[in-house]
């Protein structure tokens, strides 16, 4: 039996899918090369966003045309669903179904006929690793959130943060890094919110805790992790972070707008000057526990433009962030309606093209600001994982450095590169969005 996974979404629906194939794997499925070949066929899905919800209707002609062709074929919706999205997708899909009761299913799957999947998960988050051998491991240390941002779908579909026992995720790291991972993400919908307290409170483990025992592990690998919440950085974990051998200098700290009244709108509950402070505190730290380039950190951020109500001068108070913090890169949404949510009640105000007008200029501000950045690192020699190889005017190889600046480099066959592999590159060139170099 064959199966097919669509992941839409972010790390952590990534790294789910991951679970989801390997869990499968042992019940003896083999992984299908094309939908047509399936007889599982599973969308794991983010619907924090409308685009997902648009691209999973999209499939609707697709899988139908599937089923009658193939009358023993069984799809699947998994992943981030709001419950009114669900009543949507029920024509689509024979099963709908959370994670933790999609895998619930998957390993009571007799070899033969399919049981009907309960719908009741036990909602464990200690599901098993994949056992594949991956230069870059996401290892989830919680699941679910407890901040209801007032535009989120997450606490509604994942329910409330649940951390993982420190040992489970331990092990998996070590189990990942002697399957030859040199990357390892740290993942959590508020991952430095993490706090695992064993029976009758005996002990507790916080994220700076976790983030040292992560550390102290053997071998070499990099440490990263997504995403903090600029409200959950303690001293603590600032020093953790920053003293550190394996964390890399690179943060994605989502700040979402840098107006305090639409912070307060979002139940964002930090100013735009407490953010400032918190990046500064994290510069300082890299600065005074590192030295060289490592004492530079890469900061990348999550921001919504148009939230309901959004004037221009809000908005101008975003883009007068993005300047003062210099980020290196951006992940910009324009704000859509998620039913369920708080700020579904307020309306939509700001138009598409005003929406897409705030996208352009905070995408030009963020460019400006990461070439700059990103004309410090010429001339410096840097380890470089490598993600592929491309074949594209020439022969390229394309990694990553430790502050997460994707590189490319002429590849040449005699240097039996190979991704998954460090190479050391010296950087010749800056661009907005990356870096070139030649090998070492
Ligand atoms: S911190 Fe806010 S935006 Fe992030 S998952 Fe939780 S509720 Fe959603």
Redesign the pocket.
Known sequence: MEYFIITYGCQMNRSDSERIASNLEKKGFCASKDLENADIIIVNVCS?RQASVDRIFGLADKLKSLREKNTGLTTFLTGCIVEKDKARFKKIFDHILNIDALNDWILKFDGAKASEPSKHSKHEPAIPLADKKKFTVGIPIST??????S?????YT?GG?IPRDWRDILAEVNTAVLNNAKEIWLLG??VN?YRFKGPNDSECIDFAKLIEMVDALPGEFWIRFT?P?PKDFDDAAIKAVATSRKVTPYFNL?V?SGDDAILKA???PYTSSQYLDLVEKIRKAFRTHRTGIESTIALST?VIVGFPGETEENFLNTAKLFKKVGFDMAYIACYSRREGTAAAALQDNVPKTEKDRRYRELTRIMMETSLENNSKYVGQTLPVLIEKILEKNGTWAVGKTRSYKTVKFPFKHDNQFLPGDIAMVSVTKALPLGLTAQPL
């Open positions: 924090v679910g959130c407890d901040n209801f941002c535009y989120c779908v997450v606490p994942r943060l919908q508020n919110n995403s919440h989502p979402q979002m139940a964002r999550d």
